[in-house]
C-alpha cells in the first residue's frame, strides 16, 4: 500500500533529520487506524512494512497520526503533482516551495 510506504519514509526521514515530536497526517483512514490502534486492519497484506513501521514508533519520540479529508489535503495533493511533473526522485525542503506559499496565499 502506498500510503503506508509513505508514511514510513517520511518517518526514516524525520528521524534522520532529528525530528523527534511528528504529526503524520494522511487520507488513508485504514493506516491511521492501524498505526493508532496497533492492529492490522485491512494491511494484511503490508505485515512487514507495518511492522517495520511499529518498530520504529518504539524509538524515543513522539508520533502522532491524523486522519485528513482528501478535501483538505490539498498540500500533499498538489506536491504529489510537483513530483510527478518534475520526476523527483526524493526532494526533501527545509521550507515549503513556493507552490505550496502560492496555495496558502489563494486559500
Not at 26 to 38: A, G, H, P, T
Not at 82 to 105: H, I, M
Request: aromatic share 6%; glycine share 4%.
Amino acid at each position: 500500500m502506498a500510503e503506508l510506504l509513505a508514511v514510513a519514509q517520511g518517518l526514516r526521514i524525520a528521524w534522520q533529520y532529528g525530528c523527534r515530536r511528528i504529526v503524520c497526517e494522511s487520507d488513508c483512514l485504514n493506516v491511521i487506524e492501524s498505526l493508532r490502534k496497533n492492529k492490522s486492519v485491512n494491511l494484511h497484506s503490508c505485515a512487514i512494512l507495518l511492522t517495520e513501521v511499529r518498530c520504529m514508533l518504539l524509538e524515543d519520540w513522539e508520533v502522532v497520526f491524523q486522519h485528513v479529508l482528501r478535501d483538505n489535503n490539498t498540500v500533499a495533493d498538489l506536491l504529489a503533482k510537483l513530483g510527478l511533473k518534475e520526476k523527483w526522485d526524493l526532494t526533501v525542503w527545509d521550507s515549503p516551495p513556493p507552490e505550496v506559499a502560492q496555495l496558502r496565499e489563494l486559500g
